[in-house]
């Protein structure tokens, strides 16, 4: 059987009952990084055989995950944090192990997408996520005035070092428009700095910005200033 483990996004206590129980019993545990994975180990007394899978390695370790599993061993498969395969490795093994009908299952854990989504004050019954925006300039301001236009939230990862130029690229589109920045999730730091692109800019131009960023857009018929929701309470 392969599991797929949710683990935390920050807070280590956010793990499950049966989460733990899972990483007790495998026979191994596959990890994206093992070194930060037995941070968590060691705080619940587990010990395991670790294997890295990564982005790097994620062919090679599938063939050999699978031929393990096709032994009759038990494996784990846990990311650095969240949900293995959104937006981490973990997608390639599963379709292996569908082929060569293996068993798998999902041990539901935290997920920065819906923790953002739901703190965010934003609409929350329709929302598209598209992981990290690109990187090069252009292909992000595309991606962004999409954003803007969509029907719903549009959830996307972000590098602290990459936040003033997405938020001066959104300020230079629709400067009036509501986001949220939702930073640190389930930490001691965490903040959700909800405004308009205006205002959420002008913070993190005083305060840089630090710790894993999710960069929450409104959908467009959000567009009333978030000042005016401020004054009046509403969402």
Same mark, same amino acid.
């Given at each position: ?82 949900? =293995? ?6 997608? %390639?093994?599963? !379709?292996?192990?569908?082929? /060569?009908?293996?068993?798998? &299952? #999902? ?67 629709? =400067? ?6 939702? %930073?640190?999730? !389930?930490?001691?730091?965490? /903040?959700?700095?909800?405004? &308009? #692109? ?38």
């Amino acid at each position: 059987m392969l599991y797929i483990v949710g683990s935390p996004i920050g807070n280590l206590s956010d793990i499950s009952l049966r989460a733990l129980e899972t990483l007790r019993q495998v026979d191994r545990i596959a990890a994206e990084d093992t070194r930060r994975i037995k941070i968590l180990l060691n705080r619940y007394d587990i010990e395991k055989p670790l294997i890295s899978f990564h982005e790097f390695n994620e062919a090679k370790r599938t063939a050999e995950l699978v031929e393990c599993l096709g032994r009759g061993e038990s494996i784990a498969l846990v990311s650095d944090a969240g949900m =293995p395969s959104i937006s981490d490795p973990g997608h %390639r093994l599963v !379709t292996r192990c569908q082929q /060569e009908q293996i068993p798998v &299952t #999902v041990i539901p854990g935290p997920s920065a997408v819906i923790t953002a989504l739901v703190g965010s004050g934003l609409p929350t019954d329709q929302f598209h996520y598209s992981g990290f925006l690109p990187v090069k300039s252009g292909q992000r301001e595309r991606e962004l005035r999409t954003a803007l236009e969509r029907d719903c939230t549009s959830v996307y990862f972000e590098s602290p070092y990459r936040l003033m130029k997405t938020l001066d690229a959104l300020h230079g589109i629709e =400067p009036d428009h509501t986001i949220c920045v939702a %930073r640190e999730l !389930t930490k001691h730091f965490e /903040e959700f700095r909800r405004g &308009t #692109v205006s205002s959420v800019r002008e913070h993190f131009a005083a305060h840089a910005p630090r710790g894993e960023i999710t960069l929450l857009i409104a959908p467009r018929d959000r567009r009333r200033s978030a000042n005016e929701q401020e004054r009046t309470g509403s969402p």
